[in-house]
Each structure stands twice: as C-alpha cells, then as structure tokens.
C-alpha cells in the first residue's frame, strides 16, 4: 500500500507565506505576460513542493481475521427443562458453522452464575481482547435471563451485530410467589405485616392456594388471587429467629418450584422483659436479686415482699396494714399472663396467695409461662410453697425435709457440662464456697448444679409449654460478695432466667444450619442432652431431601454436612424424645436468588440491544430438536438478520482489517531535480520576457 507525506523543510506558516509572496508575484507577472507568468507560477510551486517534501509511503500489512465472539450462558436457570444439553448442541453447531467461514475466528465463552445471570459481564470478558475493527458478530446462547444486559451498545464499544438463541420453549409456563414487602425485625406477641403475590407465566390461573408457616409449623392457608398484592399478619411468639415460609402448590407443567415459595427470616426481641418477684423471708441473698433485675434497662421489675403470717390475728383491716396492699387478685388471676417469668425468693407460704391463685399459676406455667422458685429453709417445713398441691404438681422435685449447712463448692453436673445455662460458665471447680443446701427427692427435669456429693442443687424441667426452675440454696449471694474468691452469680442467673423466656440461643434442644460457599457445604450442629440424636433431613431450594448422620464433637454436640452444590434456602428439620420438631433454615448465596425469579425464556433483557446492533432474535428448541440459523457475511450498514425458510440466516460482518508490518518512505524527487525544474521554468520565463522586449526595441527602432 502507498501514500504520499510531506515532511517540509520549514515551518508550514513559512511556507504559507512564500506561497503568498510568490502567488503575488506571478499574478504580477501574468499581467504583463500571460505565458511568461504561467512559467514563473510554476517555478514557484516546484519550489514549494521541494521545500513541504513530499515523499512515497509504503506500507506493508497482512489481512487479519474477522473475529465471531460467542457466549454459552451456564446460569443456574439454564439447568432447568434440559435447556443445557440444548445450549451445548446449538453452541457446538453454531461454532461449526462459523469456523467453516473463511478467515473468520470464533471464540468462545461460557458464562455462569449461581445467584444471577450477568450477560454484560460476558461481554465485557469476552470483548477485553478482541480489537473491535475485527469484532464480525456475537451469538449468545441463553435463556434471555439477566441482571445487567445495557440496552446502548456503545456502552460495551460494540459495532457488529448481536443475535440471540433462546433456548426455552415457545409454550414454557411457570408459577412464581414474590414477597412485595416484610420486616426484618419484630417485638414478641406481636404481628408481622407481609405483603406477596403470585404470578403465573403461560397459563391465566385466576386463583392460587397459599399456605403459611412458621417456624416449621402450618399456620393458615387461603386461596388468592394471582397477580394482586396480598397483605398477611403473622404472629410473632417466641423470641429470636422467626422463620416464616409462605408456598403455593406446583402446576403441572411449570419449568420448576423453587420460586414457588419464599421464606422470610425475622429477628424477634422483647420490646420489655416483666419479672414478676415475690419475695418472703428476708436474707442476705435478696438484694442480688433486685440488683440483677433492675440493672437490665430493659427489665420491668415488679417486687412485692409478704412477710404477714397467716396466724397473726386482725387486728386492723388488712388495708391499713400496709402502705401499698398487696394486689394478689390483680397479680396471680388477672394479669398474670403479662409477666414473662415469676420468680418465687425464699417465699414462705402466709395464706396471702390462696389455692385459686396457686391453680392459676399452675396453669399460666403449662400454659408457657415460666416460673423461678430460689429456695432456702422454708422450703422444708410446713409453710413449703411445695406443700401447695396446686402448684407442688409440677415442680421438678419436692424437700426432704434435709437442711445440709456443710461448706460445699458448686460443680457443673453430667447433663449441666451439655446443657447451655451451665456448659460455658468459666472458673468451675475454682469457685467461692456455698454453706447450705436443701434435700429433696428428684421427680424429673435435669440437674444442672451439683455438690461434691451429687445432691442436686440447681434443678430445670419444661411443663408442658411452661418452664420450671429450682435452686436449692439461698447462698449464692455468696459469689456476689466474692466470698472465697466468689463465682459467676449473675451469668449463671442471667442465663437461668433467660432459659425459662425460652431464648433460643440457650435451648438445650436445637438444631442450626451455616452455609460454606467455598466448599459448596451446609453445616449442620445439633445441641442435645440425650446420648444419641435421630438424623437430620435436609431439603434443598430444587425439593430434593438429603438425609444426614451426625457424629459427636468433643463439645458434645453433633455435627454433619451435606453437600450444596445451588444456591438458595436449606431447611433442616429432625425430631426429639419427647416428640418436638427441630427446624432451621440457611441460604447459601442469596435466599432468594434473581436466577430463579422469572424462568420463562424471554428476549425482554437482550432485546434492545440485539436490534440496536442489527441482530437478530432466534428460537432454536423445535420439537424436533435444536434448529441453528445459517451464517452469511455481509457489509457493515447492511442487514444482519433474515427470517426466510425454515431456519433463516443469522449475518456476521466483512471486516477486511489489517495489521501492518512494515512502512518505508522514499522522495518523489531528489531535490537537485526540484532545482533543476524550478530553474529551467524560471529561467525559460526570462527567456520568453527577453525575446518579446528585443522584438518590441526593433519594432520600436
């Protein structure tokens, strides 16, 4: 290839003005002589010329290949309805097509995603080192699903052709359930506002039956009406994670389930802890716990001390005995059920609290509430709140009627070592001395403290959906006063009272999932104070169910994995001895990942830019079987796409680039040949002027 450069031997103004200067003087010399100014004019140009340099350019280059780059999308939701083994046929045919075009390079590159489908991504990677004056075209194979696909092209730098392969099928249905609005966060014993709504894709359904869950548990079903948003309360009971699963049943024929459902995980905390404390014979031990309840900010503490006997005659009203009456009707019948825990202090039985209201409190326990009893002497005689048969039914043990006043350490028992309250508290066997403890004979629960004897001294049970727990000794204000080097008092209280609220991160029975993407894992630990746990069942986002054993840590829980190869929401769920459901659930990735949204095969996303570059839109799944559209080349500007015959033509560009390899220059003249031509034509003009002044001088003589 060859050009002409100059390469002036002066500054091109220079050169503009001589240009002037000479153009000025030849026009001079034209008025006088016409031929003899044509000569002078082109004298000054050949000056010129040799002064701006011109030279040949000579170029060697060598043709380079268009480039066809082609996108293999390998998301999660190319996996459904068999449209992988589709994308692969149709991307190995669609190479084969291309690579049989002459100087045409393909390349290819395969797209996945776990959670989304990121097609701008796969463009950007698959354009980074392809020159665009080579780019002929780009095919992508996909479902048409994406996050990210920009509808300007110029944003990706791209100047050829787009086409799309859809490789869904025409008639694809699909129903999803979308969760519009829910709150993260909750307050206990009260509603959680949810709005959501179900879609149906291929098919008009007008009604759709929903269920709800909580925690595992079926808690209502009703039938909606799909495409409207639906509001939902659901109740809020026990504290810590809620997890709320609201699903619609499959339809036959839908591309997959997995967006039939959407759980919904909620942090539920007390808005106010209500402690109720009844305090009797006063001790050393009582201002513990005041000091405990009240420094909690949120804490509402209600503390009434009884210290009348029921033998101690009337004397006056009992109204006028007091500064505040004693509102037992009020307390143990009517509002019993708004206090979270009821904590009995050394109470001595003084027929203050009757047998209506100990029938009460019994009922309020198995009913869910939970109960405290800190014992000390009292609790052997006849004053004993144990000799209520009311309430004596569901304590956990009853006194012996044995008062031990020997010096004793507190140990952590068997069953304590396991049991959340106990197992973490540090400093054990370090710990300052207790001096008294109660006898009782054992009637169920766990023992969670122990002296160095094995007699019980810390005692919980469950009470139907109550709780109940017995400390045997009124000492441990002990280690509040440090007393020989004192212990952990308030952690094994705050943990105690805790407990009895039902504080899932202390339950001795639980079971909890964690997600590890790296090793494509869901851990499973299972707590348990039993000596051998059942297996856990573990549903994946697709429906499937895998069954995991789980084999004993050093810290005594059980611990197992199952392998989690797609990302969304694992529910576990396994059973215990005395009959409960233990359920958890954990997302590996997103909980509800765009991948699986909206399934239906669609150009809406790649749409727009595949006709701003003049490419075309092709379903390529057939009845019977992949159908790719045949290539042809064509010149930039002109059609790309056709849809003629059975499959049509997809259009890729003619790009003719090349590179250059090697560039040489040589002068059009030498400049003694400039010279030579610049002084014969001057020359020959003073010639021509020289002969017509003699000829005028003979005339004129």
């Given at each position: 290839m060859s050009d002409?450069?100059?390469?002036?031997?002066?500054?091109?103004?220079?050169?503009?003005?001589?240009?002037?200067?000479?153009?000025?003087?030849?026009?001079?010399?034209?008025?006088?002589?016409?031929?003899?100014?044509?000569?002078?004019?082109?004298?000054?140009?050949?000056?010129?010329?040799?002064?701006?340099?011109?030279?040949?350019?000579?170029?060697?280059t060598t043709l380079l290949p268009d480039i066809a780059l082609l996108i293999e999308d390998r998301s999660g939701s190319q996996g459904l309805d068999g449209r992988m083994d589709v994308t692969r046929e149709a991307a190995d045919e669609l190479a084969r097509r291309l690579e049989a075009v002459t100087d045409l390079e393909v390349r290819r590159v395969a797209l996945s995603g776990r959670d989304?489908?990121?097609?701008?991504?796969?463009?950007?990677?698959?354009?980074?080192d392809v020159p665009r004056?080579?780019?002929?075209?780009?095919?992508?194979?996909?479902?048409?699903?994406?996050?990210?696909?920009?509808?300007?092209?110029?944003?990706?730098g791209i100047a050829a052709p787009v086409h799309t392969l859809l490789t869904g099928r025409p008639d694809e249905t699909d129903r999803t359930l979308e969760v519009i609005s829910a709150p993260r966060f909750g307050i206990i014993n009260e509603a959680a506002d949810i709005t959501f709504k179900v879609e149906d894709y291929g098919f008009t359904d007008r009604l759709a039956s929903v269920s709800?869950?909580?925690?595992?548990r079926e808690a209502i079903t009703r039938t909606v009406r799909v495409g409207e948003e639906v509001p939902l309360q659901a109740a809020l009971d026990t504290p810590g994670k809620t997890i709320i699963e609201i699903s619609t049943p499959p339809v036959d024929g839908e591309l997959t389930t997995r967006n039939n459902r959407a759980v919904i995980e909620i942090s539920v905390i007390r808005d106010r802890l209500r402690v109720l404390l009844?305090?009797?014979?006063?001790?050393?031990?009582?201002?513990?716990?005041?000091?405990?309840?009240?420094?909690?900010?949120?804490?509402?503490?209600?503390?009434?001390?009884?210290?009348?006997?029921?033998?101690?005659?009337?004397?006056?009203?009992?109204?006028?005995?007091?500064?505040?009456?004693?509102?037992?009707?009020?307390?143990?019948?009517?509002?019993?059920?708004?206090?979270?825990v009821l904590i009995f202090d050394r109470y001595t039985y003084r027929g203050v609290i009757s047998a209506l209201h100990?029938?009460?409190?019994?009922?309020?326990?198995?009913?869910?509430?939970?109960?405290?009893?800190?014992?000390?002497?009292?609790?052997?005689?006849?004053?004993?709140?144990?000799?209520?048969?009311?309430?004596?039914?569901?304590?956990?043990?009853?006194?012996?009627?044995?008062?031990?006043?020997a010096p004793y350490i507190p140990a952590i028992s068997d069953v304590g070592l396991r049991h959340p309250v106990t197992a973490?508290?540090?400093?054990?066997?370090?710990?300052?001395?207790?001096?008294?403890?109660?006898?009782?004979?054992?009637?169920?629960?766990?023992?969670l403290l122990e002296r160095d004897d094995g007699a019980p001294l810390l005692v919980v049970n469950r009470v139907e959906q109550g709780r109940v727990g017995l400390l045997l000794s009124d000492h441990v204000w002990l280690w509040a006063r440090d007393f020989d080097g004192g212990g952990p008092h308030r952690e094994l209280l705050r943990r105690l009272v805790h407990w009895l609220m039902k504080e899932p991160e202390l339950e001795e029975e639980a079971v909890a999932l964690r997600s590890d993407a790296e090793r494509d894992q869901i851990l499973i630990t299972r707590r348990t104070l039993q000596d051998e746990v059942a297996p856990v069942f573990v549903e994946g986002?697709?429906?499937?169910?895998?069954?995991?054993?789980?084999?004993?840590?050093?810290?005594?829980?059980?611990?197992?994995?199952?392998?989690?190869?797609?990302?969304?929401?694992?529910?576990?769920?396994?059973?215990?001895?005395?009959?409960?459901?233990?359920?958890?659930?954990?997302?590996?990735?997103?909980?509800?990942?765009?991948?699986?949204?909206?399934?239906?095969?669609?150009?809406?996303?790649?749409?727009?830019?595949?006709?701003?570059?003049?490419?075309?839109?092709?379903?390529?799944?057939?009845?019977?079987?992949?159908?790719?559209?045949?290539?042809?080349?064509?010149?930039?500007?002109?059609?790309?796409?056709?849809?003629?015959?059975?499959?049509?033509w997809a259009g890729i560009y003619r790009r003719e680039a090349a590179r250059v390899e090697n560039v040489s220059t040589r002068d059009i003249l030498p400049a003694w040949a400039w010279l030579l031509l610049t002084t014969g034509l001057v020359l020959s003009a003073w010639l021509r002027e020289s002969g017509r002044l003699r000829r005028r001088q003979v005339v004129t003589d």
């Open positions: 002409i450069v100059f390469t002036p031997l002066l500054d091109w103004p220079v050169l503009l003005a001589l240009a002037v200067l000479g153009l000025v003087i030849t026009l001079y010399a034209m008025f006088r002589s016409p031929f003899s100014g044509i000569l002078r004019l082109a004298g000054v140009l050949c000056l010129l010329l040799m002064l701006s340099g011109p030279k040949f350019l000579e170029e060697t989304e489908t990121r097609l701008s991504d796969g463009f950007m990677d698959g354009l980074s004056s080579q780019l002929a075209g780009i095919f992508v194979v996909t479902d048409g699903q994406s996050t990210d696909t920009p509808e300007d092209p110029a944003t990706l709800l869950k909580v925690n595992g009844v305090s009797g014979e006063p001790h050393a031990g009582e201002r513990v716990w005041r000091n405990l309840l009240k420094s909690d900010p949120a804490v509402d503490l209600i503390h009434f001390t009884i210290l009348k006997p029921s033998t101690k005659p009337l004397i006056a009203p009992a109204e006028d005995l007091a500064l505040i009456r004693f509102p037992e009707n009020e307390l143990f019948l009517e509002k019993l059920d708004q206090f979270d100990f029938d009460n409190i019994s009922r309020y326990i198995q009913n869910g509430g939970a109960m405290l009893i800190a014992s000390g002497p009292e609790f052997t005689g006849s004053t004993s709140i144990a000799t209520r048969r009311n309430l004596a039914f569901i304590l956990p043990a009853l006194p012996n009627g044995n008062i031990d006043n973490t508290l540090t400093g054990a066997g370090e710990w300052g001395r207790w001096l008294r403890s109660l006898g009782v004979n054992l009637r169920g629960g766990e023992v986002p697709d429906g499937s169910m895998t069954r995991a054993e789980l084999t004993q840590s050093d810290n005594g829980e059980w611990r197992g994995t199952v392998s989690a190869t797609e990302s969304g929401l694992y529910t576990a769920t396994t059973g215990t001895d005395d009959g409960r459901t233990l359920f958890d659930v954990v997302a590996l990735g997103l909980a509800a990942p765009p991948e699986y949204s909206h399934v239906i095969a669609t150009d809406e996303h790649l749409g727009p830019l595949t006709m701003a570059t003049g490419g075309g839109v092709y379903t390529i799944r057939t009845d019977t079987g992949v159908r790719v559209p045949s290539i042809r080349q064509v010149r930039e500007g002109r059609s790309a796409t056709a849809r003629g015959g059975e499959s049509g």
